[in-house]
């Protein structure tokens, strides 16, 4: 199956988030994504699936087919089912190295979405990134912050549990955290 449809970000975007980036690392920036940033986005994507499907015995083509399918499918099922959200493209000097995806209701942010590029993960990026979700939340004030990480996972999920997310329920695949916005570190 191929999905034939054209990818674009709704209009309607999210308004809680803070106009500061104080807490993001030197050089790191986010901003709504726009279109012309899908294909770095399908990149990312693709690289984030990388060891996952490396002993997949496919052909380049159709691996390639593959993640743009999935990526496809996951772009229009956050696009329709979380709205409004905020779609933002994370760059460092400029360059996109990331994504952090966040839906908001009246009482809580889920993260739908964090992902960096192999090159610049184990600096300290993911984490801020999340802290300053966290304190944005917290300003709001929400009640707290949720987000599913997938059970394998280890490195997500012991970040998640240093940043004070505790597990909520297990789906099996997934568990789904919760931070509690009683204080901000």
């Not at 052909?59 to 229009?76: C, E």
């Not at 059970?151 to 297990?170: C, G, M, Q, V």
Request: hydrophobic share 45%; with cysteine.
């Amino acid at each position: 199956m191929t999905v034939n449809v054209a990818l674009a970000f709704p209009s309607l975007r999210a308004a809680w988030l803070p106009a500061t980036r104080d807490g993001l690392p030197a050089g790191v920036s986010v901003r709504e994504a726009q279109d012309g940033d899908l294909p770095f986005l399908q990149r990312l994507y693709a690289e984030s699936r990388a060891a996952e499907l490396a002993s997949v015995p496919w052909p380049d083509a159709l691996r390639q087919a593959f993640l743009d399918n999935q990526f496809a499918l996951q772009h229009l099922h956050y696009t329709r089912h979380y709205q409004p959200a905020h779609y933002l493209l994370v760059e460092q000097a400029g360059q996109p190295i990331g994504r952090l995806y966040l839906h908001c209701d009246e009482h809580e942010a889920t993260l739908i979405d964090i992902a960096l590029l192999d090159a610049v993960r184990g600096r300290g990026i993911g984490s801020a990134l999340v802290r300053w979700v966290q304190r944005a939340a917290h300003a709001v004030p929400l009640h707290s912050v949720v987000l599913h990480v997938a059970w394998e996972n280890l490195a997500a999920r012991k970040l998640y549990e240093r940043l004070a997310f505790h597990t909520e329920s297990d789906t099996g695949s997934h568990l789904r955290m919760r931070w509690v916005a009683t204080a901000v570190s």
